[in-house]
T-cell receptor, first 113, second 111 residues
Framework: ETGVTQTPRHLVMGMTNKKSLKCEQH?????MYWYKQSAKKPLELMFV???????ENNSVPSRFSPECPNSSHLFLHLHTLQPEDSALYLC????????????FGPGTRLTVT | GQNIDQPTEMTATEGAIVQINCTYQ??????LFWYQQHAGEAPTFLSY????GLEEKGRFSSFLSRSKGYSYLLLKELQMKDSASYLC????????????FGTGTRLLVSP
């Protein structure tokens, strides 16, 4: 595997379910990000982890819970979501220092029914 | 506050040149990025400007004027595969490597 991978690619869940999104980066980066992309809206930053510590939490509801067990893996745990949470969830990684660009995974298309 | 503006949609023909503009107002400035995103795919990094002027990378160039809060992405010799959304993003001074994105410009290249 190369770059940034995300699983699952598609997820349909009910409002009472609990699920997790997984992201893995194979680039040796030390910063990882979760973004939400809704139709006709800008990409919204949700969480940032640097060296496995959360450094940014953009007023995200507590029904979204991130976890970063090591610098290569990032999870987003989901519970009691709302239909308006349906969106594309993108993971990204960057070097943290030096090169500033972020590299994105293909995303998980989430539908909440 | 943070605000990034770019046109919603543009059309152009194969072989032509197109310029996609981006204006921004952010709390501080620490660089501007352009990403390309094909439908259903991940955004991919195109260019980064932190100083005024033009950065050229093959068929793609990006320009920045910090005093005007303005950037553009120039695509030359357009190809059908350039049909995609182009996202402008600014890194403000606040937040760890935080990026603030515009809504993106959907470019349609026709034969």
């Amino acid at each position: 595997e190369t770059g940034v991978t995300q699983t699952p690619r598609h997820l349909v869940m009910g409002m009472t379910n609990k699920k997790s999104l997984k992201c893995e980066q194979h680039l040796g980066h030390n910063a990882m990000y979760w973004y939400k992309q809704s139709a006709k809206k800008p990409l919204e930053l949700m969480f940032v982890y640097s060296l496995e510590e959360r450094v940014e939490n953009n007023s995200v509801p507590s029904r979204f819970s991130p976890e970063c067990p090591n610098s290569s893996h990032l999870f987003l745990h989901l519970h009691t979501l709302q239909p308006e949470d349906s969106a594309l969830y993108l993971c990204a990684s960057s070097q943290g220092t030096g090169l500033p660009e972020q590299y994105f995974g293909p995303g998980t298309r989430l539908t909440v029914t | 506050g943070q605000n990034i503006d770019q046109p919603t949609e543009m059309t152009a023909t194969e072989g032509a040149i197109v310029q996609i503009n981006c204006t921004y107002q952010t709390s501080g400035f620490n660089g501007l990025f352009w990403y390309q995103q094909h439908a259903g795919e991940a955004p991919t990094f195109l260019s980064y400007n932190v100083l005024d002027g033009l950065e050229e990378k093959g068929r793609f160039s990006s320009f920045l004027s910090r005093s005007k809060g303005y950037s553009y992405l120039l695509l030359k010799e357009l190809q059908m595969k350039d049909s995609a959304s182009y996202l402008c993003a600014v890194r403000p001074n606040t937040g760890f490597q935080k990026l603030v994105f515009g809504t993106g410009t959907r470019l349609l290249v026709s034969p």
